[in-house]
T-cell receptor, first 112, second 112 residues
């Protein structure tokens, strides 16, 4: 089983739609959770951190469910510019290296 | 600020040749990482460093060596390139736990 698993998609949605991605992780001791965005042929960039209490940033909402070991990302009112690959990222907290484990990404296509 | 800079951005190698990828960060980060990204597999950790003079193996270290002689630089070496090392390589750095990872723009390496 992969440490971090995501549905690869693609999710093909019209502008204005609401879309949600889930991600599961295998290590119950994991401490930190993030969503990164990666545009085609570019480096990943932090979209948002995911806290136990959930967090919201404009049209984006991230939630963590420790009991079921999954995190989610909700995008409301999708824009064309949201088209990208969304990477679920976990720090498994196995040691003090703080290395990040990446899911393979979920591709989102927003159409006019 | 430049952030994280990788050189070169593109390279074509013949099987058996060697090369070094340079990652430089100007944010005084302690932790640095080398990842490779292949289609459908997400980012996989090759080697990492938790401080100047330290290095450790990640998930896929075979065929690579690293050095961190200066805090701001993390070098990735391929002693004898193989076609299986054709990939996009990303360097990243963080300041500590639960902080944003900053990535370089990537190095596209093709081994023929």
């Amino acid at each position: 089983r992969k440490e971090v698993e995501q549905d690869p998609g693609p999710f093909n949605v019209p502008e204005g739609a609401t879309v949600a991605f889930n991600c599961t992780y295998s290590n119950s001791a994991s401490q930190s959770f993030f969503w990164y965005r990666q545009d085609c042929r570019k480096e990943p960039k932090l979209l948002m951190s995911v806290y136990s209490s959930g967090n919201e940033d404009g049209r984006f909402t991230a939630q963590l469910n420790r009991a079921s070991q999954y995190i989610s990302l909700l995008i409301r009112d999708s824009k064309l510019s949201d088209s990208a690959t969304y990477l679920c990222v976990v720090n498994p907290a196995l040691d003090s290296s703080y290395k990040l484990i990446f899911g393979s990404g979920t591709r989102l296509l927003v159409r006019p | 600020n430049a952030g994280v800079t990788q050189t070169p951005k593109f390279r074509v190698l013949k099987t058996g040749q060697s090369m070094t990828l340079l990652c430089a960060q100007d944010m005084n980060h302690e932790y640095m990482y080398w990842y490779r990204q292949d289609p459908g597999m997400g980012l996989r950790l090759i080697h990492y460093s938790v401080g100047e003079g330290t290095t450790a193996k990640g998930e896929v270290p075979d065929g690579y060596n690293v050095s961190r002689l200066k805090k701001q630089n993390f070098l990735l070496g391929l002693e004898s390139a193989a076609p299986s090392q054709t990939s996009v390589y990303f360097c990243a750095s963080i300041n500590g736990p639960n902080t944003e990872a900053f990535f370089g723009q990537g190095t596209r390496l093709t081994v023929v």
